[in-house]
C-alpha cells in the first residue's frame, strides 16, 4: 500500500495534542500525585460527565472497533452478541456497583482485591483475585496494540527489518511517559477527545456508506444468507445467550473496570452512568455493522487490499472500508480515533493492574511497612513493567496468542464473580471454600478452552443432548458450586476470620477519605 | 448531598428494581432471531436488539428517578 501522507499528517497532528494534554492532566482537579489513591484513581473526584466519558473509553477499545467488525464481517449475526452482552450488564451494575463504591470509599480500598481481603480477611483470597486480575488484564493491553499496528500498517508506513516496530514502540512511549506523570487523569482527559472522535467516525460512516451502496437493505444483502441470522436451533441461541451473559458478568470484574467505577465522585455517578452508558452500546451496534458494510462494498476483493488482508486477516475489513469511502483527510481522522483508542484503556488497564499489584502483592506480601510514596512509586513502575511486556508480547509471539489469552481472560475473570458479588452482599461464603472454588474454575475454564482450539462456545454432552454454551458460564457454575458445598463442610468445623466491614458500609453516601486501610 | 455521613440509610429500592429484569428479555434469542419485520432495511434481528439498548435506558433511567430522593441528586 503507498503511504498515504495526508491522511499520516492528520493521524500525527491528533496524535501531538493527545500527548500534550496527557502531560496538561497532571494538573486537572490537582492532588497528591504521590498517593496511590491520586495517581491510580484520581482521588475520585470524577463527576457523571467525566465518569462517562473514561469508563466509555474504557469498555470500548480500539481491538473492539477492529474486531467486532471483524467478526461481523466473518461470522455474521454472531457478532451482534456485542449489543445485548451491554445490554444486560448496565442494570446489573445499577444495582450492584453502588455497593462497592461504597465499602470502598469508607474503607479505602482501591482495587477488589482490597475489598476481599477486607470482608474475608483473608489475604489469599485477595492474592487470588488479584492476580487474577493482572493476568486478564495483560493480553487486553497487547491487544489494544494489534488494533492500532493495523491502522499504521494501513496508512502505508512499512518499515523494513529492525524498525518495524517503531510506530508501535514510539506510541507506548509516549503512552508510558503521560500514564508515569499524571496517572488516570491523563486517559480520563484524553478519553474525552478519543470518544468524540470515535462518535464522529461512526456516524459520518453510517449515513455515508449505505447511501454510497444504495441502501440499508442492499448492506444486509451483501451478507451470505445462512450468517444474517443465527441458527435455527436451540444450541445457537444457548450459545448467543451464554456467550454475552457471560461476557456481561465477566465486565466490570475487569480491573480497569473496577478502576473506572471507584474513580467517580459518588454512588449516584455510577447510577446515572448505568443509564447512561448504554448509548455507547448503540454505536457499538453500528460498529458491529461496519464489517456487512465492508461486504457490501467488497474491499476483501480489491486487489489494492489484498496482500493487507493477507496479513491481518479479516481485522483489515474496517481499516479498507474507510481508506475505499473516505477521502484522506477523514481516514486519518478516523484512523487517529482509533489510534488513540488503543492508547485510552491501555492506559487505563496497565493503571488498574500496577494497582493490583502495588496495593495487594507488593504492600501485602513484600513491603508491609511501607509509605504512601513507595507505594504509589512501586505502581508507577508497574504500570511501566505491564506496557513493556504487552509490547513484547506483540513483538515476539505471534497475534494468535494474544487474541486466545485474551479469550482465555474473559474465562478466567469471571472466576472472581462469587468472592467479589457475593461477597457485597453476604459473608457467609467461607474464603478457603471460594479459594477452592475459583482453583476448580480456573483450571476447568482453561482446560476446556485449550480442549476447545480456543473457541469460546463448548458443547457439553449432558442427559443425551449436546448443549454449547460460553466456557466461562460452564466453568463458573462449577466455582460457585464447590464454594457452596465446600462452605457448608468448612462452616461446620471452624470459624471464619474476621470481618472489617459493617452493613452501613454498603450504602454509605460519603467515605471518610481515600488512602489506606 | 455534600458533608452527609448518614453511613446508616438503607438502599431506596423496593418493587421498582424488578424493572430492571425487563431488559433481561434479550436472553431470550428466538423471540428476535427472524428477518422480518424489516425496519428501514433492518432485519428484525438487528433493530430489535439495537432498539432494546433504548427500552434498557428508559428502564433504567425511570428506576433511578423512582429509588433517589431528591435531596441526594
Redesign the interface.
Known sequence: MPLNVTALTVFVLFFALVTFVGFAAANWKRGDLDQLHEWGLAGGKFGTLITWFLLGGDLYTAYTFIAVPALAFGAG?LA?FA??Y???V??FV??VF??LWSVAR?RGYITAADFVRGRYGDRWLALAVALTGILATLPYIALQLIGLEVVIAAMGVQLAGALVYLPLIISFAILAAFDYFSGLRAPAAIAIIKDIMIYITVFAAVFII?FEVG??????AAVPPQK???A?NLG??TG??TL??GSAMALFLYPHSVTGVLSSS?R?VI??N???L??Y??LL?LIA?LGFMALAVGVDKMPAYANAFKQFGANFAVPALFLQVFPSWFVGFAFAAIGIGALVPAAIMSIAAANLFSRNIYREFINPNCDGMQESRMAKTMSLVAKVGALMFIIFLPHEYAIQMQLLGGIWIIHTFPAVIFGLYTRWLNSKALLIGWGAGMICGTWLAAANAFRPIYSLEMFGTTVPAYIAIYSVILNFAVSVVLTLVFNAIARSAKDETVP???????GIGGGGH | MAGNNDNGAKDKGGPILLLLLVPLLVLWVPLYNTVEPTLFGFPFFYWFQLAWIFVSMIITAAVYYGTEPRAER
Open positions: 449475526a451482534f449489543v445485548p451491554t445490554i444486560v448496565y442494570p445499577f444495582v453502588p455497593r469508607t449505505p441502501g440499508w437493505d442492499k448492506v444486509f444474517l441470522l443465527l435455527y445457537a441461541y448467543y445467550a454475552f451473559l459518588s449516584h447510577r446515572r448505568a443509564a447512561l448504554p448509548a452500546s448503540f451496534g455493522l452501613s458500609d454498603y450504602y454509605a453516601l460519603e
